[in-house]
């Protein structure tokens, strides 16, 4: 899921956008935590988790706070992002030979 800032709130995004039995790769984008309370952080960060992302990428707007929450439930699968920032996507062809 690519997103800008997630006035909408990521979690609430997330559960439109997807249905029970797809995957979630990952989160890239603005998570629009900046000045939210110690418990909405802890609580998006939470619900986070429930989607097993394979990758949170937090831009500037999900704040520092929320951004140390994350690395510290998502360790190696986190990563800060901004304007700059290069993702490489690989899709599976009919064979399941990985294509760019």
């Given at each position: 899921m690519v997103t800008g800032c997630s006035h909408a709130g990521i979690i609430n995004i997330l559960r439109?956008?997807?249905k029970k039995e797809e995957r979630l790769e990952g989160?890239?984008?603005?998570?629009?935590l900046v000045e939210a309370s110690e418990d909405r952080?802890?609580?998006?960060?939470?619900a986070l988790g429930e989607?097993?992302?394979?990758?949170?990428?937090a831009g500037h707007c999900t704040g520092f706070r929320a951004?140390?929450?994350?690395y510290g439930a998502f360790r190696e699968r986190f990563a800060t992002m901004g304007?700059?920032?290069?993702?490489?996507?690989?899709?599976?062809?009919e064979k399941g030979d990985k294509s760019e």
């Open positions: 439109h956008c997807l989160v890239i984008g603005g998570l629009h952080i802890e609580k998006t960060v939470s989607f097993s992302p394979s990758l949170v990428a951004q140390w929450a994350l304007s700059g920032t290069v993702f490489c996507f690989y899709g599976q062809t």
